[in-house]
């Protein structure tokens, strides 16, 4: 059964950079386009960057410009490079196919930004 392993989340301060991975066990990687998704207490999972199988990527409007989502099909992992944080970015962030979801979600990483 395929499954995603999230990492990398931390806590830092408004302005500050954190880069998230997320490696694809016992799955397809390569075929596949791959999101990163944010949730917060209370509220709906959300798609916040995708790319696709040709690294073409897109965004949220809410971070857009700020964070940068890359893969590295040689090692089924995908990253999330987070720039100047705010903290409405505040979240747990989790990846997932945004096409074809793989059944089980991670268990996330917690993302803090606070001062």
């Known amino acids: 059964q395929a499954k995603v392993v999230e990492s990398g989340g931390g806590m830092v301060q408004p302005g500050g950079s954190l880069n998230l991975s997320c490696v694809l066990y016992?799955?397809?990687?390569?075929?596949?386009?791959m999101g990163w998704y944010r949730q917060t207490p209370g509220k709906q999972r959300d798609l916040v960057a995708k790319?696709?199988?040709?690294?073409?990527?897109n965004y949220a409007d809410s971070v857009k410009g700020r964070f940068t989502i890359s893969r590295d099909n040689s090692k089924s992992t995908l990253y999330l490079f987070m720039n100047n944080l705010q903290p409405e970015d505040t979240a747990v962030y989790y990846c997932?196919?945004?096409?074809?979801?793989?059944?089980?979600w991670g268990q996330g990483t917690q993302v803090t930004v606070s001062s």
């Open positions: 016992d799955g397809i990687f390569v075929a596949y386009t």
């Open positions: 790319i696709g199988t040709s690294d073409q990527t």
């Open positions: 997932n196919r945004p096409n074809s979801p793989l059944r089980d």
